[in-house]
Structures are given as structure tokens and as C-alpha cells.
């Protein structure tokens, strides 16, 4: 089995920043494609930001200039830094793997972590 422990979230200000950690762990797993999602109360998940396996980015709109997807495969991990917080940026931030094991690829999620951005 595969899972995922996502870390950093917590409440900040308008303004500020916050970096969000996923981590990876299992047996015989090669990790392909990541991102992170995010779902604010009444609204469907969305996503924020993706990494593939060599490192291509892509971002939505309303987090361009301001997030930073980055991955380190040394350690299964995944990150997404958050600068220039906005109150709209309040939401569970999920984090998503896209992981090959014997069989074939599968997709795995987080548990979540809540970030708050107060005005």
C-alpha cells in the first residue's frame, strides 16, 4: 500500500506564507505525476498545481506567480510553497500521487491539511 502524510498547513495572514509538505511512503512504488488540489466549503476540489515525473509545471490561474510546486524524489516528497496569501485561498489542501507498483499506476490522495488565511 501507498500513502501520503501532507504537513504545513496552519493559519497566516493576508500577505504571508506557507509551505505545504507531502510525503510519500510504501514498498515498490515509483512516484509519476504529483499535485495538490485544494477544497474550500461549498466549492468542488480543485486543482492547484501539478508536477510531473521530470519536473514540467502547471498551475491554476488564480495561483500563478504566487505558488511553487517542487518534488524531491530522493525523499517521495512533494511540496507546494504559498506566498502572497489571499483570504481566497482558504481551504483543505490535498495532496495527489500518481504511483506505479507492479500491476500499473494507481492514484493515491492525503488526508488533507487545512489552510487558513485570515483578512
Known amino acids: 500500500q501507498v500513502q501520503l502524510v501532507e504537513s504545513g498547513g496552519g493559519l497566516v495572514q493576508a500577505g504571508g506564507f506557507l509551505r505545504l509538505s507531502c510525503v510519500v511512503s510504501?514498498?515498490?512504488?515509483?512516484?509519476?505525476?504529483c499535485a495538490w488540489y485544494r477544497q474550500a466549503p461549498g466549492n468542488q476540489r480543485e486543482l492547484v498545481a501539478r508536477?510531473?515525473?521530470?519536473?514540467?509545471?502547471n498551475y491554476a490561474d488564480s495561483v500563478k506567480g504566487r505558488f511553487t510546486i517542487s518534488r524531491d524524489d530522493a525523499k517521495n516528497t512533494v511540496h507546494l510553497q504559498m506566498d502572497s496569501l489571499k483570504p481566497e485561498d482558504t481551504a483543505v489542501y490535498y495532496c495527489?500521487?500518481?504511483?506505479?507498483?507492479?500491476?500499473?499506476?494507481?492514484?493515491?490522495w492525503g488526508q488533507g491539511t487545512q489552510v487558513t488565511v485570515s483578512s
Open positions: 508536477i510531473s515525473r521530470v519536473g514540467s509545471t
Open positions: 510504501g514498498s515498490s512504488f515509483i512516484l509519476n505525476n
Open positions: 495527489q500521487a500518481n504511483v506505479w507498483r507492479t500491476g500499473g499506476f494507481d492514484d493515491y
